[in-house]
T-cell receptor
């Protein structure tokens, strides 16, 4: 089983719709969680950290479910500019290497 | 503050040639990483360093060597390039500890003919 698993997609979603995707992780000792965004042919960039109580940043909401070992990302009122690949990233305290998922590709359709 | 920079941005090599990719960061980060990214494979860690003078193997180290002589620089070397090393290479850095953001360079697109 991979340490971090994501549905690769693609998710093709009409503009203005709400879309959500999950990411599962296998290491129960994982303590820090992130969503990164990667545009085509660009480097990954941090979208948001994921906190235990869940957190929101504008149209984006991230949730953590420790019992089932997954994190989720919800995008409301999707924009064309949200088209990208979203990478799930996990780590545990003291580990030197972040673990990246292979990404979920999202395309917002006009 | 330039963040993480990589040189060159593009390169075409012939099989058997050698080259060095340079990564530099100006954020005083302890940790630095080299990844390769291929279609459908996601990011794969080649080598990493947790401080000046230290290096360690990642997931796919074969065919690559690295050096971290200065804290701000992390070099990735290909001694004898092979077509299988055609890829996009990303360098990244972050502060020591488990919760901090990892910053990536813009990538180097390498083609080996």
């Amino acid at each position: 089983r991979k340490e971090v698993e994501q549905d690769p997609g693609p998710f093709n979603v009409p503009e203005g719709a709400t879309v959500a995707f999950n990411c599962t992780y296998s290491n129960s000792a994982s303590q820090s969680f992130f969503w990164y965004r990667q545009d085509c042919r660009k480097e990954p960039k941090l979208l948001m950290s994921v906190y235990s109580s869940g957190n929101e940043d504008g149209r984006f909401t991230a949730q953590l479910n420790r019992a089932s070992q997954y994190i989720s990302l919800l995008i409301r009122d999707s924009k064309l500019s949200d088209s990208a690949t979203y990478l799930c990233v996990v780590n545990y305290f003291g580990n030197e290497k972040l673990t990246f998922g292979t990404g979920t590709r999202l395309t917002i359709i006009p | 503050n330039a963040g993480v920079t990589q040189t060159p941005k593009f390169r075409v090599l012939k099989t058997g040639q050698s080259m060095t990719l340079l990564c530099a960061q100006d954020m005083n980060h302890e940790y630095m990483y080299w990844y390769r990214q291929d279609p459908g494979m996601g990011l794969r860690l080649i080598h990493y360093s947790v401080g000046e003078g230290t290096t360690a193997k990642g997931e796919v180290p074969d065919g690559y060597n690295v050096s971290r002589l200065k804290k701000q620089n992390f070099l990735l070397g290909l001694e004898s390039a092979a077509p299988s090393q055609t890829s996009v290479y990303f360098c990244a850095s972050r502060e020591a500890g488990g919760r901090d953001e990892q910053f990536f360079g813009p990538g180097t697109r390498l083609t080996v003919l």
